[in-house]
């Protein structure tokens, strides 16, 4: 490798360094050439690169980009894991290639311009993708109004019910079912009553007098009958005076 290819390595590798938003060194011993395409292929997901450096260029790249705290890093065969994009993704993408193949030890990094510790790698490996929490998030905020709105079909659905029963029990029916008779209209041309100026009804006037005309020609017929008796006896005391004269 010539001097000025040793230069341009070092300017892609600190401009590398620069744009990455996690910086993960791994121990790349026991790697093949086929594993390593297919790691690179899972870090594309999480728009990370990977690529084995050698460690005196490595560390001129860090002096020019500012990332000196790396430097303790480069010892033995190590290699570099630039991450733009998820930087959980990517963790998780070596941490579970590394336990496959038994390979990939990690050494240390970066991650938002602070040290990133192997523990601290282990723990955000385990954590869920970005993608995934973006999916848990959309539940948990669309929950409440997925919850809301079964609550409100179910109350709705149940009262229709409750008015079905009604209906055909037959208790919705009565006075707001048959239509109201219309108010009587008064006489337009009847004058208004004027109060004191009506006078009383004449109550001897209507009374007829009692019908006495059966018990008149019973009394009549009565006379008749003891005049007509009276006048039968007369002739009756006669005879028996002028019976008594001749005795004598």
Do not use: C, W
């Not at 705290?69 to 998780?92: C, H, R, S």
């Not at 390979?103 to 869920?128: H, N, S, W």
């Amino acid at each position: 490798m010539t001097k000025e290819d040793k230069a341009a390595l070092v300017d892609e590798i600190a401009d590398r360094l620069g744009d990455a938003e996690a910086i993960f060194a791994v121990d790349y011993r026991g790697i093949t050439v086929p594993q390593a395409a297919e790691l690179r292929a899972k870090l594309a997901e999480a728009e990370a690169s990977f690529r084995v450096v050698k460690n005196r260029l490595a560390k001129r790249a860090t002096e020019r980009a500012g990332t000196t705290e790396l430097d303790p890093l480069f010892e033995g065969p190590t290699a570099l894991a630039f991450v733009k994009g998820d930087a959980v993704t990517a963790a998780k993408a070596i941490s579970t290639f590394g336990r496959q193949h038994d390979i990939l030890a990690y050494k240390g990094g970066l991650m938002d311009g602070a040290p990133l510790e192997p523990d601290q790698f282990t723990a955000i490996a385990r954590l869920p993708g970005l993608d995934v929490l973006r999916g848990q998030l959309v539940g948990v905020v669309s929950s409440p109004l997925t919850g809301l709105t079964r609550g409100l079909a179910s109350m709705l659905s149940g009262l229709a019910v409750a008015l079905g029963e009604i209906q055909e029990r037959g208790l919705v029916r009565g006075a707001a079912s048959e239509p109201a008779a219309p108010p009587e209209p008064e006489p337009a041309d009847a004058p208004p009553a004027e109060a004191g100026t009506e006078e009383a009804p004449d109550e001897g006037a209507d009374e007829k007098p009692p019908d006495t005309g059966g018990q008149e020609t019973s009394v009549e017929g009565t006379n008749d009958e003891e005049e007509s008796s009276e006048e039968s006896e007369a002739p009756a005391k006669d005879s028996e005076e002028s019976t008594s004269e001749e005795g004598q």
